[in-house]
Structures are given as structure tokens and as C-alpha cells.
């Protein structure tokens, strides 16, 4: 497993959500995460108020991780959240897709499965960082 300077180092632009990941799960629990997913329960990563907060905060970087990722696997945004984990085995409903766009948008996000699909994403993201 990568130590968090060389994370760091390796994706300087990225380096505050890094921080903030870690700062909450530790690094501990990185391998745990990356064998079994953030929904397992960690803190920082379990209830809603916590995870809208992050996904707010980090709104910016997030939305560029996730044009990034979607760009790679040549898929929109929307294509690409609708098939993660939440939705996998029901279709992403109106008002999810509301959000999302919302979100990625700038505008004013709710508290809901969005937001929290977001910060979700973002500490899966950053946890698959540290694998050799």
C-alpha cells in the first residue's frame, strides 16, 4: 500500500480531499474499504448530514473527478451514476436525476441519496489511490 505522501504527490490537485478522506476513515481502514466499499459504515461516511457536508464542500473537485472518470469510460455523468452501486438494480427515479444535475450544476443540492452517493464516491476514489 502507497503512504499518504506519495498519494499526495501523485495527485497534488487533489491533495484536500485527500486529506479529508483519510482524516475521517483513516488510513486503517483504506484496505477495508477498497476489499468491501465505504457503505460498510465509516466515519465520517454514515449519515446523510455527514456525507451532504463533504459531498458540498468537495463539490468542485468531485464533479471533475467524476467528468474525468465518465470521459474515461466514454459515458455521461448521468450514465455512469446510474450505475453505481444504489441504483444498480433500479433505475435512477426523477428526482435523483433532478440532483445529480443539480450537483454537478453549482445549484442548490438537498440532503439525499445524491449527495451522499457523492461523498461515497469521492472516499472510494481516493481510497483505490492508495493501492499499489
Not at 473537485?61 to 444504489?86: H, K, Y
Not at 436525476?97 to 481516493?126: D, F, P
Request: net charge negative; aromatic share 10%.
Amino acid at each position: 500500500m502507497k503512504t499518504k505522501a506519495q498519494v499526495i504527490k501523485e495527485n497534488t490537485e487533489l491533495k484536500s480531499i485527500i486529506n479529508a478522506v483519510i482524516s475521517n476513515v483513516s488510513l486503517g481502514s483504506v484496505e477495508d474499504i477498497n476489499n468491501h466499499g465505504i457503505d460498510g459504515g465509516y466515519s465520517g461516511f454514515i449519515y446523510y448530514s455527514d456525507t451532504h457536508q463533504f459531498a458540498m464542500k468537495h463539490r468542485k473537485t468531485i464533479v471533475s473527478m467524476l467528468e474525468n472518470d465518465a470521459n474515461e469510460f466514454g459515458q455521461e455523468i448521468t450514465e455512469m451514476v446510474a450505475g453505481f452501486g444504489v441504483f444498480r438494480n433500479s433505475a435512477m427515479d426523477h428526482e435523483d436525476k433532478r440532483e445529480l444535475y443539480k450537483y454537478i450544476g453549482g445549484g442548490k443540492c438537498e440532503q439525499s441519496t445524491i449527495t451522499n452517493l457523492m461523498a461515497w464516491y469521492a472516499a472510494e476514489k481516493v481510497c483505490r489511490f492508495f493501492e499499489d
